[in-house]
Nanobody, 126 residues
Framework: QVQLQESGPGLVKTSQTLSLTCTVS??????????WSWIRQSPGKGLEWIGY???????NYRPSLRSRTSISRDTSKNQFTLQLSSVTPEDTAVYYC??????????????????WGQGTQVTVSA
C-alpha cells in the first residue's frame, strides 16, 4: 500500500517561498512509469494541478505558475518537494501530493491519480 504524506509550514507570509515535502512509503518514487504531482484546492474552487516530477526526474509545471514553481526530489529519502516563490494570499489552499501512472499535465481530476496524501492547509498572510 502506497502512502503519501505532506509536510511543511501551515502559514507563510506574502512574498516568501512556500516549501512542502511529500514523503512516500510503500513504493519508490523512481519506479518506472510513475509521476508525482502537487495539486491544490483554494477555498471555493476546484482542484488545480501545479506540476509533477517523474520517475526519471523530469518535471513539468502549470504554465501560469511555471515562473514561480520548482519541484525536486531526494531519492535517498523517497521524498519530493514543492517550492512556490513570491506567494500571495491567492496561493492559500489545501495542498496535496498524488501519484499517477503516466504524466498528468494539467489534469487534477481525482480519478487520474491512484494515491493521494491527506492534504495540508497552507495560508498566506498579507
Amino acid at each position: 500500500q502506497v502512502q503519501l504524506q505532506e509536510s511543511g509550514p501551515g502559514l507563510v507570509k506574502t512574498s516568501q517561498t512556500l516549501s512542502l515535502t511529500c514523503t512516500v512509503s510503500g513504493g519508490s518514487i523512481i519506479t518506472s512509469g510513475y509521476y508525482w504531482s502537487w495539486i491544490r484546492q483554494s477555498p471555493g474552487k476546484g482542484l488545480e494541478w501545479i506540476g509533477y516530477i517523474g520517475y526519471s526526474g523530469s518535471t513539468n509545471y502549470r504554465p501560469s505558475l511555471r515562473s514561480r514553481t520548482s519541484i525536486s526530489r531526494d531519492t535517498s529519502k523517497n521524498q519530493f518537494t514543492l517550492q512556490l516563490s513570491s506567494v500571495t494570499p491567492e496561493d492559500t489552499a489545501v495542498y496535496y501530493c498524488a501519484r499517477s501512472l503516466g504524466p498528468s499535465s494539467l489534469d487534477a481530476s481525482r480519478r487520474r491519480y491512484d494515491y493521494w496524501g491527506q492534504g495540508t492547509q497552507v495560508t498566506v498572510s498579507a
